[in-house]
């Protein structure tokens, strides 16, 4: 069974930085395009990065410039490094193929106060 965990999530003051962590078991990543996906309150789960399995990576407009996404495969873990953080930036984080063929995981709360 896979399983996905992510972490690194808090609470950060706007224009601060945070890094994401997400490790996933029970696969091995290295065949997919993994993504992170943010979900707000209220609001749908967007998709926010994504990273081919040799490093092609793409964003969302709303993102890009501020966040990076990497990936070790050898370690089956994704990163997100968020930079510049903004309020509007608040929401769970999950990881998952860029598809979202796996069972979501818990997520990992990022909080970015004014």
Do not use: H
């Not at 224009?15 to 395009?33: K, M, P």
């Not at 769970?92 to 990022?110: A, F, H, L, R």
């Amino acid at each position: 069974q896979v399983q996905l965990v992510e972490t690194g999530g808090g609470l950060v003051q706007a224009g601060g930085s945070l890094r994401l962590s997400c490790v996933v078991s029970g696969t091995t990543l290295a065949f997919n395009t993994m993504a992170w996906y943010r979900q707000a309150p209220g609001k749908q789960r967007d998709l926010v990065a994504s990273i081919t399995r040799s490093g092609n990576t793409n964003y969302a407009d709303s993102v890009r410039g501020r966040f990076t996404i990497s990936r070790i495969n050898v370690k089956n873990t994704v990163y997100l490094q968020m930079n510049s953080l903004k309020p509007e930036d608040t929401a769970v984080y999950y990881c998952n193929t860029e598809m979202g063929i796996y069972s979501w995981g818990q997520g990992t709360q990022v909080t970015v106060s004014s």
